[in-house]
């Protein structure tokens, strides 16, 4: 099974600073056929069910701002928050969806 | 709109088994897979399962192997998750989720509290 472990467990950012979440997985998660890293970021808020924001480790979900990007490729990868928002304020979970199971990372609270 | 609506909370003694349901609504049923994810309180999400429910094809997390069955109404639309020979250690939030057209989880249901008490 592919295991993802994301650093930090935990970080506070100021307002208006960048926030920087890595995730890294057990063995790659890149499919040589289509060249798609099938990796996923999401962010949790209190009291609610995750929202997807980024699909093949750097597209944006639609509606999801331009200051959150993924990038990375293989087994390494990181969501970068550019510019942090009061209402960026969540746990931050990686996925793997490249097989059987589709392990999360252990999250990421980002707080200001 | 695409909605996925779960039952209501449970409370079951050690040892039982729980059946969660995830009704579906706003799109075609069979189209998309049907994944379960578990939360326990202050801690993180944990993928459970999968169901193809065209096929019916399941794939489950290892370390719920033999405790998890996922199957299927498709007359109504709806998924379920059986998780038997339940622990204290189960108490959790239980989601459904539907993936998108490239296997990410794009839709969730409102979560479903489970708590497992003596």
């Known amino acids: 099974d592919i295991v993802v472990t994301q650093s930090p467990d935990s970080l506070a950012v100021s307002l208006g600073e960048r926030a920087t979440i890595n995730c890294k997985s057990s063995?790659?998660?890149?499919?040589?056929?289509?060249?798609?890293?099938?990796l996923a970021w999401y962010q949790q808020k209190p009291g609610q069910p995750p929202k997807l924001l980024i699909y093949?480790?750097?597209t944006r979900e639609s509606g999801v701002p331009d200051r959150f990007s993924g990038s990375g490729s293989g087994t390494d990868f990181t969501l970068t928050i550019s510019s942090l928002q009061a209402e960026d304020v969540a746990v931050y979970y990686c996925q793997q969806y490249y097989n059987t199971p589709r392990a999360f990372g252990q999250g990421t609270k980002v707080e200001i | 709109q695409v909605q996925l609506v779960q039952s209501g909370a449970e409370v079951k003694k050690p040892g039982a088994s729980v059946k969660v349901s995830c009704k579906t609504s706003?799109?075609?049923?069979?189209?998309?897979?049907i994944n379960w994810v578990r939360q326990a309180t202050g801690q993180g999400l944990e993928w459970m399962a999968r169901?193809?429910?065209?096929?019916?094809?399941?794939g489950y997390a290892q370390k719920f192997q033999g405790r998890v069955t996922m199957t299927r109404d498709t007359s109504i639309s709806t998924a379920y998750m059986e998780l038997s020979s339940l622990r204290s250690e189960d108490t959790a939030v239980y989601y459904c989720g539907r993936d998108s057209e490239i296997a990410t989880i794009k839709y969730w249901g409102q979560g479903t509290p489970v708590t497992v008490s003596s």
């Open positions: 706003g799109y075609t049923f069979t189209n998309y897979d």
């Open positions: 063995q790659s998660v890149l499919y040589s056929s289509n060249n798609k890293n099938y």
């Open positions: 093949w480790a750097s």
């Open positions: 169901m193809n429910p065209n096929s019916g094809e399941t």
